[in-house]
């Protein structure tokens, strides 16, 4: 399945506004197909700090995070995408759009009616770019049916 999607991630690329994307299916957050270098969905402990000041060890499941995101998008604060943990910094539920960052990182993730689309900039990116990026393939998908 990988080969037939990775024309969407070489798209989404082109132009260099997005330096890492991944492919994941709609229903499990499989990842499909993703960009070269790119670690995918993990899942790792992390310790992190509680409401009350305390810490605690946590598992992360990435693969989870994205479903309970577009599941929640009214209220998720935060994603964790290969290893690093982003804000959420505005998320649409009519488009199941959500963009996020992480000081001068970001993304943009789409949902469509099977895939989930998330691009991600670097430090020298530009996140609108990024975001047109996705979106176009989401929207393109999403007029297909997919």
């Known amino acids: 399945m990988a080969d037939a999607w990775k024309p969407y991630i070489v798209e989404m690329m082109k132009g260099g506004h997005v330096a890492q994307a991944f492919i994941a299916g709609a229903g499990d957050a499989l990842v499909w197909t ?3 270098g790119f670690a995918g969905l993990t899942t ?6 509680k409401d009350d000041g305390s810490t605690a060890q946590v598992t992360i499941n990435e693969q989870k995070e994205l479903l309970a995101l577009f599941a ?8 964790w995408i290969a290893g690093k943990k982003y ?3 505005s998320a649409d539920s009519e488009t199941k759009r959500v963009y996020f960052r992480s000081g001068k990182v970001g993304g943009c993730a789409a949902k469509t009616n099977q895939t989930i689309l998330v691009g991600l900039f670097g430090a020298k990116g530009v996140a609108g770019d990024c ?3 996705v979106e176009r393939i989401a929207d393109s ?6």
């Open 34 to 36: 993703k960009s070269d």
């Open 44 to 49: 790792h402990d992390e310790t992190v700090t």
């Open 72 to 79: 929640n998008l009214d209220t998720t604060s935060s994603i």
């Open 87 to 89: 804000m959420v910094l």
């Open 131 to 133: 975001n047109q990026a």
């Open 141 to 146: 998908l999403l007029a297909a049916n997919y």
